[in-house]
């Protein structure tokens, strides 16, 4: 079982920037690719960014050269870190992961965490 852990959401003034965190327990987050997503009042979920393994990255178009995803993998925690925020990257934001080992997937959730960019 794996457990995904956001933290670092909350009230930003456009322009400003916040760093997400997600800490992950368990064994696969080596193996896993790490992906942020987030949902906004009445859309649907959408892809932010994803970093493979071994750190290969991709980004949706809405936030490339804004933002950035890493990932320590001795910690087991992945980063998103935004800058030059947008009233429309306002969302709950959520972390993902995903690997495929031995034939078998396994995809996991956070709990998600708010990002609001208003004045």
């Known amino acids: 079982q794996v457990q995904l852990v956001e933290s670092g959401g909350g009230l930003v003034q456009p322009g400003g920037s916040l760093r997400l965190s997600c800490a992950a327990s368990?064994?696969?987050?080596?193996?896993?690719?790490m992906g942020w997503y987030r949902q906004a009042p009445g859309k649907q979920r959408e892809l932010v960014a994803l970093?493979?393994?071994?750190?290969?990255?991709n980004y949706a178009d809405p936030v490339k050269g804004r933002f950035t995803i890493s990932r320590d993998n001795a910690k087991k925690t992945v980063f998103l870190q935004m800058n030059s925020l947008k009233p429309e990257d306002t969302a709950v934001y959520y972390c993902?992961?995903?690997?495929?080992?031995?034939?078998?997937?396994?995809?996991?959730w956070g709990q998600g965490t708010q990002v609001t960019v208003s004045s």
């Open positions: 993902n992961a995903n690997a495929v080992l031995f034939g078998r997937t396994y995809d996991y």
């Open positions: 368990g064994s696969i987050f080596a193996f896993s690719v």
């Open positions: 970093i493979g393994p071994s750190g290969s990255t």
